[in-house]
């Protein structure tokens, strides 16, 4: 049986109830938590985020992890009272067994990363508070004195068998797979990081009395990881007002972001999955470096697994999201003869819904219109001596026409002629493709430009 396409591309990938995280079963013989502590502890932070991520998107989580937990909201804007039902994990990620599990302090990016895989989306600050509220277990934070080795995995098993000792206190009324709160800080998305590039956004830890020990904190690059601070997973589909959509487009809309958001709208609700840094639209495109990596070089780009691809992401200034869709590194073309398509979307549709999954009941329609993720793969097999790579493009306002309005034309050649500056080969045809309000993006380049290049 074919895995669904969203696992492949971080579209939605839940089961027909919309609340189970879809992973592939874990394979008999895994490695337990301790087994895996253990198998880490002499590895590299890059070393040992990559055992996890592939631990993890291979299955390898207590089984009480996979089935999402409701968290209900309200909020009243205009005289007007929303209501919203979001899904979250019932822990923080982690791999092994309910039986052996091993709690996972990761970086933003391969928490991003997975999240991504799994079709969901990392907390805000009020998410978090909102999920210590609803939350069964309330576990009061048992800190570890601060030391250089509070960044190494002994420290992390340590802190590991205290919470689970903690939980198991717990466990006759309340078994695994009940919401649990309180015992970790959360990485979590901020309107903050817009201005903080290359930074990690940390908060919570609630003490019993409902006040965090760690208020937001951006102070730690993205690359720090210590044992206080994991992951938990929050579901992309949400229920707003009784209508299906996404935790993106709540966030980015000024009458219902304050339902999942107390610093008002965040347009950008994700961390890059790579290390370049995010391109700024007022840059010279000549300015940027000569030889930038290729996209097979990208530290953040990483293997779906299934379809022999690599997928990037990252944004741009101003409101651009960026997914980039390319063969695997092991492709006999995947640095050479590009043809770099940029596939502008239409009116309403996010990246995950333009690129399509398996349809299940609930959800948008929007997911079955397209399927551009596997019309690309069926190009791929017409050509087979061309890359082909696929050039997501989305903005925070969800249109194209509205983000000229709001922007104009003239930036519109920057952003293709960025993107195309990423690839250390001279050899890329560059292709403007679109649907419905996504053509709105190939006029405003074809007015921009003074000759309609090749």
């Given amino acids: 049986m074919e895995f669904p396409w969203s696992l492949v591309f971080g579209a939605w990938c839940f089961g027909t109830s919309g609340q189970t995280l879809q992973l592939p079963p874990g394979a008999a013989n895994a490695l337990t938590g301790t087994e895996f502590a253990e198998k880490i502890t002499a590895l590299d932070l890059r070393e040992r985020e990559n055992e996890i991520y592939t631990q993890i998107t291979s299955g390898n989580v207590p089984n009480f992890l996979r089935k999402l937990r409701p968290v209900h909201v309200t909020n009243a804007f205009n005289g007007q009272t929303n209501r919203a039902t979001f899904y979250v994990t019932p822990d923080y990620l982690a791999v092994g067994s309910d039986d052996d599990y091993f709690l996972t302090p990761i970086s933003p990016t391969t928490a991003q990363k997975i999240a991504d895989v799994v079709g969901c989306s990392l907390p805000t600050r009020k998410?978090?508070?909102?999920?210590?509220?609803?939350?069964?277990?309330?576990?009061?934070?048992?800190?570890?004195?601060?030391?250089?080795?509070?960044?190494?995995?002994?420290?992390?098993?340590?802190?590991?068998?205290?919470?689970?000792?903690?939980?198991a206190e717990y466990l006759r009324d309340f078994p695994l797979g009940a919401l649990v709160a309180g015992h970790q800080k959360d990485v979590v998305i901020s309107a903050r990081l817009a201005g903080a590039p290359g930074k990690a956004a940390i908060y919570g830890w609630h003490q019993t009395n409902g006040v965090?020990?760690?208020?937001?904190?951006?102070?730690?690059?993205?690359?720090?990881?210590?044992?206080?601070?994991?992951?938990?997973?929050?579901?992309?589909?949400?229920?707003?007002?009784?209508?299906?959509?996404?935790?993106?487009?709540?966030?980015?809309?000024?009458?219902?972001?304050?339902?999942?958001?107390?610093?008002?709208?965040?347009?950008?609700?994700r961390y890059p999955t790579n290390e370049l840094p995010s391109v700024s639209i007022g840059t010279n495109p000549t300015s940027l470096p000569q030889k930038n990596p290729s996209l097979a070089n990208f530290s953040g780009s990483f293997a779906t697994g299934l379809f022999?691809?690599?997928?990037?992401?990252?944004?741009?200034?101003?409101?651009?999201?960026?997914?980039?869709?390319?063969?695997?590194?092991?492709?006999?073309?995947?640095?050479?003869?590009?043809?770099?398509?940029?596939y502008a979307l239409p009116n309403g549709n996010t990246i995950e819904q333009t690129i399509g999954k398996v349809s299940a009941p609930g959800d948008d329609w929007r997911s079955d219109i397209q399927h551009i993720g596997a019309q690309t793969r069926f190009v791929r097999s017409l050509l087979p001596n061309q890359s082909l790579m696929v050039v997501y493009l989305e903005n925070a306002l969800h249109s194209w026409p509205?983000?000229?309005?709001?922007?104009?034309?003239?930036?519109?050649?920057?952003?293709?002629?960025?993107?195309?500056?990423?690839f250390a080969t001279n050899d890329v045809q560059i292709v403007l493709n679109s649907h419905s309000g996504g053509g709105s993006f190939i006029f405003g380049y074809l007015n921009a430009v003074e000759k309609i290049p090749q």
Wanted: hydrophobic share 45%.
């Fill in 212 to 269: 965090p020990i760690q208020p937001l904190y951006l102070g730690h690059a993205a690359t720090w990881v210590d044992y206080s601070q994991c992951t938990r997973l929050v579901q992309n589909q949400i229920v707003v007002n009784e209508t299906n959509t996404t935790i993106a487009w709540v966030l980015s809309d000024p009458k219902l972001s304050a339902l999942l958001s107390d610093e008002g709208a965040i347009s950008n609700s």
């Fill in 402 to 422: 509205a983000w000229r309005k709001k922007y104009g034309d003239r930036l519109i050649p920057k952003v293709i002629n960025s993107i195309k500056e990423l």
């Fill in 308 to 342: 022999n691809e690599r997928i990037a992401s990252f944004s741009m200034d101003p409101e651009i999201k960026i997914l980039i869709n390319a063969p695997a590194t092991n492709s006999t073309v995947a640095t050479s003869n590009v043809l770099l398509v940029f």
């Fill in 127 to 167: 998410i978090v508070n909102d999920i210590y509220i609803a939350a069964q277990v309330k576990l009061a934070p048992l800190p570890i004195p601060p030391s250089a080795a509070m960044t190494t995995v002994p420290v992390f098993s340590n802190h590991n068998a205290i919470v689970r000792a903690q939980r």
